[in-house]
């Protein structure tokens, strides 16, 4: 019922800006925290940023400085702004969202990802 669809990725040089956008669909009575995570070839998924409902930011020391984090309540969607971008930075992001459904549950779902390459 709950869907979350990502958008944005892409191949990019090293020093160049992505927007990644996604967009949670259904029946959503509200959406507390939202975030985004990458995992690179055999890597571990990890943490990029994450935001609450209240805009309280948390950030990766990786990405500090260069990622923004953003949200529009009004349209269920999480965006993640990412500057200065690193060949590290290469992975696939993947959203998150931690979402109350108006069947008066409480689901954490994920997003199906979107590929980042940062490279020259």
């Known amino acids: 019922q709950v869907q979350l669809v990502e958008s944005g990725g892409g191949l990019v040089q090293p020093g160049g800006s992505l927007r990644l956008s996604c967009a949670v669909s259904?029946?959503?009575?509200?959406?507390?925290?939202m975030g985004w995570y990458r995992q690179a070839p055999g890597k571990q998924r990890e943490l990029v940023a994450t935001?609450?409902?209240?805009?309280?930011?948390n950030y990766a020391d990786s990405v500090k400085g260069r990622f923004t984090i953003s949200r529009d309540n009004a349209k269920n969607t999480v965006y993640l702004q990412m500057n200065s971008l690193k060949p590290e930075d290469t992975a696939v992001y993947y959203c998150?969202?931690?979402?109350?459904?108006?069947?008066?549950?409480?689901?954490?779902?994920w997003g199906q990802g979107t590929q980042v390459t940062v490279s020259s």
């Open positions: 998150n969202a931690d979402v109350w459904e108006l069947i008066n549950r409480y689901r954490n779902y």
């Open positions: 259904g029946r959503i009575l509200s959406i507390n925290v």
């Open positions: 935001i609450t409902s209240g805009g309280s930011t």
